[in-house]
Every structure is written in C-alpha cells, then in structure tokens.
C-alpha cells in the first residue's frame, strides 16, 4: 500500500457500550438484588409511599400487595418504549407537550403573521398599441456610428408628423385630462 491511500477503519458499537445506566454497582460490591435502572427505583419509591399511605385499606388482603409492589419494581427493570427507557420516553412526551403549536423557529415560537385585508385596483389601458402603431421603433444610434467628418447641427430638427392613428378614446380621468389639454380646453 502507498502512504498516500486512505486508511479503512470500521467501528463496532457493541451492547456494552449502550449500557443502561443503572444505580447501585460501585466497583465489586452491589445492592441486594441490583443493580437498579431508574424506573425501578421510581417504581419503588412511588409504590413503597403508596403503600404506606393506604396500609389501612389493604391491611386485609395480606401479603398480596407487597408481592404485586415487588412484581411491578422487578417488570420494569427492561422495561422500553419505543426503544426508550421509561423516563426518557415520560419526558419526551413532556416536551412534547411543552413545545409551541407551530414549532420553534431559531429557539423562538413560530407564528404565522396576522391576517390583513390586500385593497387596490387596476386600469388596463391600450394606450401603448396607438403609439406603438404611430411610430415604429427604431434602433437608437451609437456614438461609433457617427463619422467624424459630419457636422452636427445645433438646432434639433422635429421628425415629421406620422400618419394620423386611429383616435383612441381615452378611458381614465387622467387620460381624458391629457385628451383635452392636447385640444386646448384646459389652460
């Protein structure tokens, strides 16, 4: 192999890497019947207040609910939803929960901006189809194009009137303005 080939490297993540988390193992020595995942522990806590709280209702039945208290604290101990640990799905959904209705956008609350009334109105005109009609457009001249033996002229000579268009009636306020200070009714 050159030393220029690139290195190949696979990596294998085995279950002793995702290694639940779990109380109780300090080096050799473990709790009774441990190590405990944290929905145990909860499971636990929560179930041996519970009990404590209604040892006057259950008092009769015995043994029988301390046995199901022990039951539910050994069920839980792999217990996965969705592939998650007991609390970390409770707190998925918390947040989920939490979360804005439309999502966050840049760490804030997304919103849609407020409903407003669009008014406005438009003319269509045809205006520019007698005027298009009236004088044909010409390419505009470039300064290369002139030769430097023609004199240039300083009075501007006025192109000659074109074929009289077909009269457009105007159709706005503001063309029939133009229309008549064109025929000299307006001063």
């Known amino acids: 192999m050159s030393a220029a080939a ?8 085995t279950s002793a890497r995702r290694h639940p988390w779990v109380l109780g193992k300090v080096a050799d020595w473990r709790i009774p019947l441990g190590p405990y995942t944290p ?3 909860a499971v636990a806590v929560g179930g041996g207040f519970l009990l404590v709280k209604t040892i006057s209702w259950w008092s009769w ?4 609910p301390i046995a199901a208290w022990l039951l ?11 592939g998650r640990a007991p609390m970390q799905a409770a707190l998925g959904w918390v947040l989920l929960g939490w979360q804005p209705r439309g999502g966050r956008i840049g760490g804030r609350a997304a919103r849609d901006r407020a409903p407003r009334t669009l008014l406005g109105g438009f003319t269509v005109e045809d205006a520019f189809a007698s005027v298009a009609a009236a004088a044909p ?6 300064p290369a ?14 192109p000659a009137p074109a074929a009289p268009a077909a009269p457009v009636r105007p159709v706005s306020g ?14």
């Open 39 to 41: 929905a145990q522990i």
């Open 72 to 82: 539910a604290i050994w069920a839980v101990r792999r217990a996965k939803i969705n």
């Open 174 to 187: 503001v063309q029939q303005l133009l229309a008549l200070a064109e025929q000299g009714g307006v001063r």
């Open 6 to 13: 690139p290195v190949r490297m696979g990596r294998f993540y």
């Open 61 to 64: 039945m015995g043994p029988v």
């Open 137 to 142: 457009l010409r390419a505009p001249r470039r």
């Open 145 to 158: 194009d002139r030769t430097p033996t023609t004199p240039r002229s300083s009075t501007r000579r006025r």
